[in-house]
């Protein structure tokens, strides 16, 4: 019998889990948090105690077995995801892994065949879905208000200097820089708003990546099988945090700022020019909630009625094919 509230574990406790999702699977009504991982058994137990939880791990493995959980949530660094996907998967629990899912198409392919094989569900963080903003966008474009879509425009920077992210600049680690890290949110925001998928990637990355060592910012133009044109600038080298969400069609546009925003108001422009009379403008105050809290609820939700994934590992792949290309300078998505 499917439980009420989906019990939780929490497997790359740091701070980003600490901050965002442990209080989002607290806050959620059909989602209990009931244990955590971290390398350090003592501090697991640590922040387990400042949880009030009774489960704490050094080891995913054991997480993912205890029968006290029910569902994972991954927030470990990025190279980590693969292998710690299929081991959740083969002990039978839920996944829900942050965003990029995977360093490289094949590892998301492989997550998703094991994910498929164990009869598991399988969502990815793409939170930026669950904003109303990002929703309503998405309404207009898909009723025609906007005409034929001619542009589409995503946008995210902000300073990595202030993350404490010590792994962020490793792409032994991270797999990618700016790219990888909010260049994949514009990317699936692109996707998700355009009901479409990207045909080819020409992309420009500075400094060049290594082996060793990622980009800091990056310009990625798509084109999209419709014929929409797209373009992704991303960076952490920005003084402030920006994001700038612009979709341009025949009849109007629709553009906002801060469109990744969480727990916060946004305003959503949208411009019209009906035949030759004046534009026609409107600003949408729009509130967003806690994302997080939103992801996790749908998440849980998909599980205790048995639905589809939200968020499935196919939108996991299809970004990540279209990473790959951004981060050796682009090429056509293959459709293999």
Same mark, same amino acid.
């Given at each position: 019998?499917?439980?009420?509230?989906?019990?939780?574990?929490?497997?790359?406790?740091?701070?980003?889990?600490?901050?965002?999702?442990?209080?989002?699977?607290? $806050?959620?009504?059909?989602?209990?948090?009931?244990?955590? %991982?971290?390398?350090?058994?003592?501090?697991?137990?640590?922040? $387990?105690?400042?949880?009030?939880?009774?489960?704490?791990?050094?080891?995913?493995?054991?997480?993912?077995?205890?029968?006290?959980?029910?569902? *994972?949530?991954?927030?470990?660094?990025?190279?980590?995801?693969?292998?710690?996907?299929?081991?959740?998967?083969?002990?039978?629990?839920?996944?829900?892994?942050?965003?990029?899912?995977?360093?490289?198409?094949?590892?998301?392919?492989?997550?998703?065949?094991?994910?498929?094989?164990? %009869?598991?569900?399988?969502?990815?963080?793409?939170?930026?879905?669950?904003?109303?903003?990002?929703?309503?966008?998405?309404?207009?474009?898909?009723? /025609?208000?906007?005409?034929?879509?001619?542009?589409?425009?995503?946008?995210?920077?902000?300073?990595?200097?202030?993350?404490?992210?010590?792994?962020?600049?490793?792409?032994? *680690?991270?797999? @990618?820089? $700016?790219?990888?890290? *909010?260049?994949?949110?514009?990317?699936?925001?692109?996707?998700?708003?355009?009901?479409?998928?990207?045909?080819?990637?020409?992309?420009?990355?500075?400094?060049?990546?290594?082996?060793?060592?990622?980009?800091?910012?990056?310009?990625?133009?798509?084109?999209?099988?419709?014929?929409?044109?797209?373009?992704?600038?991303?960076?952490?080298?920005?003084?402030?945090?920006?994001?700038?969400?612009?979709?341009?069609?025949?009849? /109007?546009?629709?553009?906002?700022?801060?469109?990744?925003?969480?727990? %916060?108001?946004?305003?959503?422009?949208?411009?019209?020019?009906?035949?030759?009379?004046?534009?026609?403008?409107?600003?949408?105050?729009?509130?967003?909630?806690?994302?997080? *809290?939103?992801?996790?609820?749908?998440?849980?939700?998909?599980?205790?009625?048995?639905?589809?994934?939200?968020?499935?590992?196919?939108? @996991?792949?299809?970004?990540?094919?279209?990473?790959?290309?951004?981060?050796?300078? /682009? /090429?056509?998505?293959?459709?293999?």
């Amino acid at each position: 019998m499917t439980p009420h509230k989906i019990r939780y574990g929490i497997i790359g406790y740091g701070l980003f889990a600490e901050r965002a999702i442990a209080p989002a699977i607290q $806050a959620s009504a059909n989602s209990v948090l009931v244990a955590v %991982q971290k390398r350090s058994l003592e501090v697991a137990r640590e922040k $387990a105690s400042a949880l009030s939880l009774r489960l704490a791990f050094d080891s995913v493995q054991a997480l993912a077995t205890s029968t006290e959980v029910d569902a *994972v949530f991954i927030a470990s660094a990025n190279c980590a995801h693969h292998d710690e996907v299929i081991a959740v998967a083969r002990a039978g629990k839920h996944i829900l892994v942050e965003k990029p899912m995977a360093m490289n198409t094949p590892e998301a392919e492989r997550m998703v065949a094991e994910c498929e094989r164990n %009869q598991v569900k399988l969502m990815i963080g793409q939170v930026v879905r669950f904003s109303p903003l990002v929703n309503h966008v998405r309404e207009l474009v898909k009723s /025609g208000a906007l005409g034929r879509i001619v542009s589409a425009r995503a946008d995210y920077s902000y300073d990595a200097r202030l993350s404490r992210r010590s792994w962020l600049l490793d792409r032994t *680690v991270a797999g @990618g820089g $700016a790219v990888f890290d *909010v260049g994949v949110h514009c990317l699936d925001t692109l996707r998700f708003v355009l009901h479409d998928e990207v045909e080819s990637v020409q992309s420009m990355l500075t400094p060049p990546p290594t082996p060793s060592a990622t980009e800091r910012s990056a310009i990625i133009n798509l084109r999209f099988s419709n014929g929409t044109l797209g373009s992704i600038a991303c960076s952490f080298e920005g003084p402030l945090r920006h994001a700038l969400l612009e979709v341009v069609g025949t009849e /109007g546009l629709a553009y906002a700022y801060d469109f990744t925003g969480t727990d %916060q108001s946004t305003t959503l422009h949208i411009e019209k020019r009906p035949g030759t009379a004046a534009p026609e403008t409107e600003s949408l105050s729009i509130r967003i909630p806690n994302l997080y *809290v939103e992801e996790v609820s749908a998440f849980s939700r998909c599980i205790i009625e048995n639905t589809t994934s939200p968020i499935p590992g196919i939108e @996991g792949i299809e970004n990540q094919k279209v990473l790959d290309l951004a981060m050796k300078g /682009g /090429g056509r998505i293959s459709q293999v």
